[in-house]
T-cell receptor
């Protein structure tokens, strides 16, 4: 059973464009929503995370938008750069630090 | 200094063999995890240990046996390897078991079973 649904599976964006990745969850016990970035041959690394008591969090070019009533959240990458090309995973987490990952989005930023 | 390290990075073996993957973290964290990433890149938790005690065992075949000799180490032993075990295995750690702490991942071990 997939706890977190993620789309699209792959995304190609021109340099300078906006990349948008969407996720949806079912379990209302989730109370932490991190995004992880994974480069080829490396382990995932935390990029940005949000708690459900806020609707948006911004860190540099990366923004999470969170819609608690719809049980959806998304990652926006502004001014996308070739160095952002990686696989992005949304995740949902309970207080017990149990991470449930989405299926991943392979982002390619074309120069 | 590498925060979470795994050995080996690559492991190629035949069906039926037994193999181990080692993980060490130098972050002073209490909690360690094993994840499996399949060929479609899907990441799923397998085990979680807190202070050397098993916390999570996510319906993993009992051919997989984690062992935590101390807080800084969590090894994964796999018996009677099967083709379906081919995947990338990631070790991770976090400060605490509860508290929504960031999980730090190792570089992964690519296991290929032939």
């Amino acid at each position: 059973q997939q706890q977190v649904k993620q789309s699209p599976q792959s995304l190609i964006v021109q340099k300078g464009g906006i990349s948008i990745i969407n996720c949806a969850y079912e379990n209302t016990a989730f109370d932490y929503f991190p995004w992880y970035q994974q480069f080829p041959g490396k382990g995932p690394a935390l990029l940005i995370a949000i708690r459900p008591d806020v609707s948006e969090k911004k860190e540099g070019r990366f923004t999470i938008s969170f819609n608690k009533s719809a049980k959806q959240f998304s990652l926006h990458i502004m001014d996308s750069q070739p160095g952002d090309s990686a696989t992005y995973f949304c995740a949902s987490q309970t207080g017990a630090n149990n991470l449930f990952f989405g299926t991943g989005t392979r982002l390619t930023v074309i120069p | 200094d590498t925060a979470v390290s795994q050995t080996p990075k690559y492991l190629v073996t035949q069906m039926g063999n037994d193999k181990s993957i080692k993980c060490e973290q130098n972050l002073g964290h209490d909690t360690m995890y094993w994840y499996k990433q399949d060929s479609k890149k899907f990441l799923k938790i397998m085990f979680s240990y807190n202070n050397k005690e098993l916390i999570i065992n996510e319906t993993v075949p009992n051919r997989f046996s984690p062992k935590s000799p101390d807080k800084a180490h969590l090894n994964l032993h796999i018996n009677s390897l099967e083709l379906g075990d081919s995947a990338v295995y990631f070790c991770a750690s976090s400060q605490r078991w509860t508290g929504l702490d960031e999980q730090y991942f190792g570089p992964g071990t690519r296991l290929t079973v032939t």
